[in-house]
């Protein structure tokens, strides 16, 4: 789902106060050599009170200004990362646990960083994907405070960030079945090798060449293109592009779309 992005002016939201009781956390998918990757972002933080310093790595987030939805402080939170328009984005869960900010750390590092006494926060998380070319793009203006990690070991996270990883995975693997949100992850134009790649390393088992292709075929929503795969060391492979339009009309008429 596409989320709109008229969402409310750097300036107005200036004039505006942070909500102390809830947040948004959004997990960022993108794939890459055969790998699922997830957008961290490092925090610093030297404790005022015993002088320790840390660093460690979290799911990009924020706390909620007053008067800005739920849906805008997603978008402003991956616009201010990425700088990127057009990411495909959706509510995932609400995490709610009293002991989310349990730890002192991370209730040090939250005051340290918004000038609030934090208490419970209720934390609403956000999935998204990011093309291949967009991660490329991003990746070559990353700075140091954000990392790509490998989604399905991301080490240990603050808060729980570990668990909204996981609620992401799995909500990956289960719409991708059904629904056609891998493309997401790929190229505009791919090659069916590419394509089955993508579903071999999120689902974790290998698939049977003829019969992925077989699905392929039979969805009708593939369509080959007269061009072929450049700069590659093995015989170059027809490239596919996503015949999304198509989809969206069998999808009202209730047309079901597995692989």
């Known amino acids: 789902m596409w989320i709109r992005r008229n969402f409310p002016s750097a300036t107005h939201l200036m004039r505006l106060k942070l909500n102390p009781h809830i947040s ?21 933080f030297s404790d005022g009170h015993t002088g320790e310093a840390f660093s460690d790595l979290k799911l990009p987030g924020s706390l909620v200004y007053d008067n800005e939805n739920l849906d805008h402080a997603a978008c402003r939170v991956l616009r201010e990362l990425t700088g990127l328009d057009h990411i495909y984005l959706e509510q995932l869960s609400v995490f709610d646990s009293p002991e989310r900010t349990s730890s002192a750390t991370d209730r040090n590092w939250l005051q340290h960083e918004t000038g609030i006494e ?10 998204a994907l990011i093309r291949f070319e967009k991660m490329m793009e991003l990746l070559s203006r990353m700075n140091q405070k954000t990392h790509w990690t490998d989604a399905r070991h991301p080490g240990r996270l603050p808060f729980d960030h570990n668990m909204i990883v996981r609620k992401g995975l799995e909500h990956l693997q289960t719409r991708m079945r059904i629904e056609p949100i891998a493309m997401e992850l790929l190229p505009r134009k791919f090659t069916l ?57 069998n999808k009202k008429d209730s047309v079901i779309f597995s692989i």
Request: aromatic share 12%; hydrophobic share 40%; glycine share 6%.
């Open 24 to 44: 948004v956390d959004c997990v960022v998918f993108g794939f890459d050599r055969g790998s699922l990757k997830v957008l961290l972002v490092e925090r610093l």
């Open 193 to 249: 090798r590419q394509l089955q790649e993508v579903y071999e390393v999120l689902l974790g088992r290998e698939m049977d060449n003829r019969n992925f292709r077989k699905k392929l075929h039979r969805n009708g929503y593939f369509v080959p293109l007269n061009e072929k795969e450049k700069d590659v060391a093995h015989k170059p492979a027809r490239l596919y592009t996503f015949d999304k339009t198509r989809y969206e009309r």
């Open 118 to 127: 934090i208490g419970r926060i209720i934390s609403v998380a956000y999935f």
